[in-house]
């Protein structure tokens, strides 16, 4: 009875992509998604069981449920850092069906693993599901809550991602992403770009394109959502060297995957790229600092219930009276 109905939740495969209001049919093709879905294959393994710089992001993301009063009995968690994100869901009360979405078999695997070997069992009803967060594979107003921790990024068309995420969202359903944002790896751009200059005498995209902060609130307006907010965290974190950094990046499965990216990286470029990075950013205790600019994204899918606008020239009572009975007082 609780397979039937998480499976009620999805959309059948015999039904037709015209009965959606959004084709998913997008010609951008920025990331190569087989060679993310391997990398993400890869990081499975490599990342370890409590990242504090995952951790950190998916407390703060999850923190924003603590602000409503909301219950939220079905919930989509949606690639990124599925095991932060599940593992804190996990403990909500008000959640009785979790679905797992990623597109790499391996990080679900993981994902698996860690739920049964859990101490805290719970009478969440979770599946695991392998599938792209480009042509989600759910039906229309069937979730509560969709959540996106430090995923979406990597999506070709992230509006389409999110309207889609919008469309599986129930009337008055909670729309919550982190992704990363323009400033990221902003030290790792310079040094790389310098090194590449100076070695090969001229540059190719090394780092992913990210959004940018203003961006963020389009993105949401665009996506049919409605009392869009945006807020943003830097984060800092401390590293032996670069190539430290570099062994980092690979383990949370963030290593660039640009469609169109020269493979190879010349070993006399990337030790430069060490080199000038130490040389430019290190700090007194010998460490160096990489920045993770992380935005934050709530929204809400429309419901009667919510706050509206007044209607343009409904005032009752103008600014300039407002001004004149203010500027009296003072």
Not at 7 to 14: E, Q
Request: proline share 4%; net charge neutral; glycine share 6%.
């Amino acid at each position: 009875m609780m397979r039937r109905t998480l499976f009620s939740l999805f959309r059948s495969s015999s039904s037709s992509s015209s009965s959606s209001s959004f084709s998913t049919n997008s010609k951008v093709n920025i990331f190569d998604r087989q060679l993310k879905r391997n990398q993400r294959d890869r990081a499975a393994w490599l990342m370890p069981q409590n990242d504090p710089l995952l951790h950190t992001v998916a407390d703060n993301l999850l923190d924003r449920l603590q602000d409503v009063k909301k219950t939220f009995p079905s919930a989509l968690c949606l690639g990124g850092s599925l095991q932060a994100i599940t593992r804190s869901l996990r403990t909500r009360d008000a959640i009785q069906k979790l679905i797992v979405m990623d597109a790499s078999y391996d990080m679900l695997q993981r994902c698996q693993n860690d739920y049964h070997a859990s101490n805290n069992p719970d009478n969440t009803e979770t599946m695991f599901v392998v599938g792209d967060e480009e042509f989600l594979p759910i039906k229309e107003n069937s979730v509560d809550l969709v959540i996106s921790c430090l995923g979406l990024h990597w999506t070709n068309d992230l509006p389409g991602a999110m309207i889609q995420s919008m469309l599986a969202l129930k009337p008055d359903g909670l729309f919550l992403a982190a992704i990363l944002g323009g400033e990221t790896l902003k030290e790792l751009r310079i040094a790389c770009t310098v090194a590449q200059m100076e070695r090969e005498g001229g540059i190719s995209p090394r780092i992913s394109p990210l959004a940018q902060v203003r961006d963020a609130g389009n993105l949401l307006t665009r996506a049919g959502f409605n009392l869009p907010g945006v807020d943003v965290d830097e984060y800092t974190v401390k590293y032996e060297s670069a190539l430290e950094l570099i062994e980092h990046l690979r383990a949370m499965g963030e290593t660039n995957a640009l469609s169109q990216m020269n493979t190879m990286l010349k070993r006399d470029t990337a030790l430069a790229t060490a080199a000038i990075y130490d040389s430019m950013f290190a700090s007194e205790d010998g460490t160096v600092p990489a920045t993770f600019q992380v935005i934050y994204m709530t929204g809400w899918k429309e419901h009667s219930s919510q706050q509206k606008p007044k209607r343009r020239g409904s005032a009752t009572v103008s600014f300039k009276d407002i001004q004149t009975q203010f500027g009296n007082q003072s």
